[in-house]
């Protein structure tokens, strides 16, 4: 089983980037995908996530508006594309899937600064 992030970098305040994780080993369209962040000093959160079926995605009331989350089930990615970048939001950006197992990637930083 493997979750690869990739995507991050350093940018500008007012700036874009968009992550992807890339999943293999197990059923990706069964498993709910998210996104979550740790801040340094601060506890990881969760910023976005998408159900396997059905439902709604949702997001931290943070980045509603900048953020979307979206998923291939052909290419078992899930993306997350984030717009109207802060300072705030670096972090390092972790994927996740759940369902019968729960698995988590190595994680990509985010570096959001002028």
């Known amino acids: 089983v493997q979750l690869v992030e990739s995507g991050g970098g350093m940018v500008q305040p007012g700036g874009s980037l968009r992550l992807s994780c890339a999943a293999s080993g197990f059923t990706f369209s069964s498993y709910a995908m998210s996104w979550y962040r740790q801040a340094p000093g601060k506890e990881r959160e969760l910023v976005a996530a998408n159900p396997s079926i059905g439902g709604s995605t949702n997001y931290a009331d943070s980045v509603k508006g900048r953020f979307t989350i979206s998923r291939d089930n052909v290419k078992n990615t899930v993306y997350l594309q984030m717009n109207s970048l802060k300072p705030e939001d670096t972090a390092v950006y972790y994927c996740?899937?759940?369902?019968?197992?729960?698995?988590w990637g190595q994680g990509t930083q985010v570096t959001v600064s002028s």
């Open positions: 996740r899937a759940r369902w019968l197992r729960d698995y």
